[in-house]
């Protein structure tokens, strides 16, 4: 592998911060030595390390359960999608906006009945300011378009909006500081039916410690005070992960029917 090779690769699992000059072998290196008895040592005097300014654009951060009243507030004030877009693109209380470069809010058809809700963008996603753009997204519209949908016909978003780094998973606090967004962005997009796509997004919308492998293929319902009705929702695998683990692929096929057999007897009668 040449070094660029290499770099690429470790960009890819997400090491892409330098801890160290040198390498540490933490396994080999000897116990440290335990401190011996001194007389105590005169004070030093420590120079002062300067703290890397915050950029002057940002807000400073908010402490996580202030950030959480401010997104319900601000969700709450948003009369339409285009106002949330707005709220999103000012709010502070998620660190994610410092480290993206882009706010991804939705993409397809804001009219459709049929509501995507996925994880968080990605790198592709992050360019470009729509979800599910890269390869995840490309097997999403492979898979739409096996029960003959597209993004003509069903509406997109995330539970987070902004790229973590690196793609990490967000953080119990990111996720309840976009929360309040996401369920408003449902309650005005106003589906028939929606659909969690992978286990964040699933666990944060039904708000459950149960993993995807036991929530998937089991319609329940959905419902948040701001909503006229409440509306069947359906867990399924993100397609991130059968794209690693492809024999899932016959599991997500039968929630696809299932899904195309909901919109049957819920849309088109
Ligand atoms: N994965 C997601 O969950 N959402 C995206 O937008 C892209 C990848």
Partial sequence: ????????????????????????????????????ARPAAKPVAVPSVPVAAAPAVMAAPQPAAQAVVSAREAAAAARTLDELKAALAAFDGCALKATATNLVFCDGNPAAKVMLVGEAPGADEDRQGKPFVGVSGQLLDRMLAAIGLDRTSVYITNVIPWRPPANRTPSAA?????????QRHIALA???????????????????????MRLRGKWRTYRTPDMPAEIPVLPTYHPAYLLRQPAQKRDSWRDLLSIKQKIRDNINN
């Fill in 1 to 36: 592998m040449d070094d660029l090779a290499t770099l690429r690769w470790l960009v890819e699992i997400g090491a892409d911060e330098a801890i160290l000059d040198t390498p540490l072998d933490r396994f080999s290196a000897p116990p440290p030595p335990a401190p011996a």
């Fill in 174 to 182: 990111e996720l309840a500081a976009c929360l309040p967004f996401v």
């Fill in 190 to 212: 106003n589906p028939q039916i929606l659909v969690l796509v992978g286990g964040i997004s699933a666990k944060a919308l039904l708000d459950t410690s149960e993993g995807i």
